[in-house]
């Protein structure tokens, strides 16, 4: 059914079977929602009866509560946190393994150097662990904890995994796809990251710099404004309250305006119109990181707020994240 994964569909049915569920929701990042249709029509084979669920989901901090009348939900693409063992989550390993741009450079790569991966390509790190051992590299991989379930498992919001070996590594070999995750790894340590694509087999080298040099034109961007809005989503794995209510109290002191925003997504156009000098995101880091381009002010995350404010100092930037 999955053809380019490693899925034991039998072993899904007997788990659906043993919870007693007979209404499933599905639940698919926009990349799984092909895969999340042919699920659905397989259940349908079995007497199941599922929905897919088609607001926009972009990881397990977006998981969805069960609409009216079903058991239960089936995530895909994506590893739980603590406390969401009331869904299934199906990683869906990739069966991608093209390491040939990896280990063509491989002799000339750091001695030291720390792995990491998305959910999908966790399968790779002791077969990349291994090669890179056999080109006499010491290779290290870093323990999960907080919202991380595996080893060497980088979220968007989190690389936990990554900076646990920090001290230990001069580089780091990230595994997946984009740019997004090995961006953040560069950023939340400061060292080079050699970002593989499992599919392509080719290597990009990624490092802080230019990420540090955009960030610092948007904060100067978002500075000397009078109002300022702050965005807080609804999610579960994302709402940040707190976050958001000393962000508010900071501006204020400094005798601006606050408006607080709160939502489920975010949308950029409903911020169109508004007279507002910048945004400040306590939701998902990517809505300051990746998609600023899509909203009419400035978004800066709260440790940047900070920083324009003058409570931090630019020398001491670190990545928001998510734990």
């Known amino acids: 059914m999955f053809a380019d994964f490693d899925f034991d569909y039998a072993g899904l049915i007997k788990e659906i079977r043993s919870r007693g569920w007979e209404f499933i929701a599905i639940q698919a990042p926009e990349g799984l929602m092909r895969d999340a249709v042919k699920l659905s029509l397989s259940f349908r084979k079995e007497g199941l009866h599922p929905v897919v669920l ?81 080109h006499g590299k010491e290779v290290h991989v870093g323990n999960p904890g907080g919202r991380i379930k595996h080893r060497g498992q980088v979220l968007g919001c989190n690389t936990l995994a990554a900076r646990d070996v920090k001290d230990d590594v001069d580089a780091y070999v990230f595994i997946g796809s984009g740019k997004f995750h090995p961006g953040g790894v560069a950023m939340a340590t400061g060292k080079k990251v050699y970002a593989l694509d499992p599919y392509s087999g080719q290597i990009e080298k990624m490092d802080s710099e230019r990420f540090l040099r955009i960030r610092h034109a948007v904060i100067e961007k978002a500075k000397g404004g009078k109002r300022y809005g702050v965005m807080v989503s609804t999610k579960t794995g994302q709402m940040r309250r707190g976050a958001a209510g000393e962000v508010m109290m900071e501006l204020e002191k400094n005798e601006m305006e606050v408006v607080l925003f709160m939502g489920e997504n975010l949308p950029p156009e409903r911020f169109i119109g508004l007279k507002l000098d910048a945004l400040i995101s306590t939701a998902c880091p990517r809505i300051a990181l990746d998609d600023i381009a899509n909203y009419p002010f400035p978004v800066i995350t709260p440790i940047e707020a900070r920083i324009m404010l003058g409570l931090e100092k630019w020398e001491n930037y670190s990545l928001d994240e998510l734990e």
Not at 59 to 77: E, M, Q, R, W
Not at 120 to 132: F, S
């Open 54 to 134: 088609v607001n926009p989901c972009y990881g397990a901090c977006d998981l969805a509560k069960p609409p009216s009348g079903y058991d239960g939900v089936i995530h895909l693409g994506h590893a739980p946190f603590p406390g969401q063992e009331d869904a299934i989550f199906l990683e869906l390993p990739s069966k991608a393994d093209n390491l040939k741009g990896l280990e063509s450079i491989a002799d000339t790569l750091p001695e030291r150097l720390g792995l990491v991966a998305t959910v999908q390509h966790l399968r790779l790190l002791d077969i990349t662990k291994g090669m890179l051992e056999k």
